[in-house]
């Protein structure tokens, strides 16, 4: 695999852009604004830039589950927002991923592919027009109708 080294203006240049992505997201209420680990519910607890608290049982991660309170304590939201992260553990989890292991898979797939579904472009579109030239959507095999 190639890597493609970026200049130092190369890298100014992207950096407008970038802050807008992270403005949008944090806008969207994607990221992180606060983290802390709670002693007693032994639940890390963030709170999210749209407001929503989230929290989530240490013991469902392999990384955590044998950690001491105060290393639990030292949790951190890194700079972006997008992960929280342990100095003393090693450890960082994506804010996006611990979102979607809160609904599980079977419910991640369901909306991903409603998402998917929603978009739209000129390859889609012409599809459907060709599809409808020949009669509309093919039959299912063995489908009564």
Do not use: C
């Not at 997201?25 to 749209?50: F, H, I, N, P």
């Not at 240490?58 to 992260?85: E, K």
């Not at 292991?101 to 419910?107: L, P, Q, T, V, Y």
């Amino acid at each position: 695999m190639t890597s493609v080294r970026l200049t130092d203006a190369e890298i100014r240049a992207q950096i407008p852009a970038a802050r807008e992505r992270a403005t949008v997201q944090r806008k969207r209420g994607m990221l992180a604004e606060s983290a802390r680990y709670d002693r007693r519910t032994k639940r890390v607890a963030l709170e999210l830039s749209s407001g929503f608290l989230f929290a989530f049982p240490v013991s469902a991660f392999d990384s955590l589950r044998n950690a001491t309170p105060s290393q639990l304590a030292a949790v951190r939201v890194h700079t972006s927002g997008m992960s929280l992260h342990w100095d003393v553990l090693d450890v960082d989890l994506s804010v996006p991923g611990l979102l979607l292991s809160a609904i599980g898979e079977k419910e991640q797939r369901r909306q991903l592919a409603s998402l998917a579904g929603k978009v739209t472009s000129a390859a889609k579109s012409k599809a459907a027009r060709a599809n409808g030239a020949k009669g509309g959507r093919p039959k299912r095999a063995g489908s009564e109708r």
